[in-house]
């Protein structure tokens, strides 16, 4: 039985995702970043702009436990706040 194909096709390979696609976080290793994201952003009548830091944190945060690519902050558009910490 094929199941929905013909069997004398082979199976294609997976794509990799595209680029800003990146893993759920299954294990919870971010979820205190991303809590503190959105409660900033209740705080702020979601104006993402007052909780930049946060959403950096939890950018970070995913870098470091491989859950996306690793890039640097200001390629991301965190390049202000580069500066602020230096």
């Known amino acids: 039985m094929a199941f929905g194909r013909t069997s004398n096709v082979?199976?294609?390979?997976?794509k990799p995702p595209l680029l800003g696609s990146f893993p759920l976080d299954h294990?919870?290793?971010c979820t205190q970043f991303m809590?503190?994201?959105?409660k900033c952003l209740k705080e702020n009548k979601n104006n993402n702009?007052?909780?930049r830091?946060?959403?950096k944190a939890y950018?970070?945060?995913?870098?470091?436990?491989?859950?996306?690519?690793?890039?640097?902050m200001k390629n991301l558009g965190f390049a202000d706040l580069e500066h602020k910490n230096n």
């Not at 082979?10 to 997976?14: A, F, H, I, N």
């Not at 970070?60 to 690519?69: F, H, K, S, V």
């Open 59 to 72: 950018l970070q945060c995913r870098m470091d436990n491989g859950l996306m690519d690793k890039d640097e």
């Open 53 to 55: 830091e946060f959403s």
């Open 49 to 51: 702009g007052m909780c």
């Open 10 to 14: 082979e199976s294609q390979p997976g």
């Open 35 to 38: 809590k503190a994201y959105v």
């Open 27 to 29: 294990d919870g290793d």
